[in-house]
């Protein structure tokens, strides 16, 4: 496609449930980033595809955040048993390869209740 | 871990105005971002430099590798300028990802 695309665009969910956030990224990208931007915050890395290996998952803050992208295209962002402090803007963002400008999709944003 | 620091956090001006937003950080890079971000809206991927000056319309970045700092800056500010700007950085690992200023939110009054 013409940009990164994420799904849903919003999403609330009651505490304890799971979320399944999408992420399509520009076609031939190779490099996958997420990101979680609390409110008022700047954007803080989560993990990092190359391809279909995640070569860096360091920024996910519990076992709780579980990401991947099997076939090298399309990314999901797992979180178990959402709790109130997982409400953020997810964002994901693709480039050809690590040294490239990134695209960035719109973001999704979560609410947990 | 980088530490990425912006100012100002915020900033009012009046079209026309010349703006700068200045950017530093606290370890070698590979490279640097600017990001525009507008409410409710995605980012978009303003700038990407390792050294030097870029110039894009009315935008300029400059960076300067040796005192760790960059800037940005707007030429005849006009209201759609208005948005969060946010500077990050490469620390040259790639693979962790880019580490985030917390941004610099701009209104530009008519």
């Known amino acids: 496609g013409a940009g990164v695309s994420q799904s849903p665009r919003y999403k609330v969910a009651k505490r304890g449930q799971d979320v399944a956030l999408r992420c399509d990224p520009i076609?031939?990208?190779?490099?996958l980033f997420w990101y979680q931007q609390a409110l008022g915050q700047g954007p803080e890395f989560l993990t990092y595809?190359?391809?279909?290996?995640?070569?860096?998952k360091s920024g996910l803050p519990s076992d709780r955040f579980f990401a991947e992208r099997p076939e090298g295209s399309v990314s999901t962002l797992k979180i178990q048993r959402t709790q109130q402090e997982d409400s953020a803007v997810y964002l994901c963002a693709s480039s050809l390869g690590q040294s490239n400008v990134l695209t960035f999709g719109a973001g999704s944003r979560l609410t947990v209740l | 871990k980088n530490e990425v620091e912006q100012s100002p956090q915020n900033l009012t001006a009046q079209e026309g105005e010349f703006i700068t937003i200045n950017c530093s950080y606290s370890v070698g890079i590979s490279a640097l971002h600017w990001l525009q971000q507008h409410p409710g809206g995605g980012i978009v991927s303003l700038f990407m430099l390792s050294s030097g000056k870029k110039k894009h319309g009315r935008l300029i970045a400059t960076i300067n590798i040796q005192e760790k700092h960059s800037s940005l800056h707007i030429t005849a500010s006009h209201p759609r300028d208005s948005a969060v700007y946010i500077c990050?950085?490469?620390?040259?690992?790639?693979?962790?990802?880019?580490?985030f200023g917390k941004g610099t939110h701009l209104i530009i009054q008519p």
């Open positions: 990050a950085v490469d620390s040259g690992g790639g693979a962790d990802g880019l580490t």
């Open positions: 076609s031939g990208h190779v490099s």
């Open positions: 595809f190359q391809n279909e290996a995640q070569l860096d």
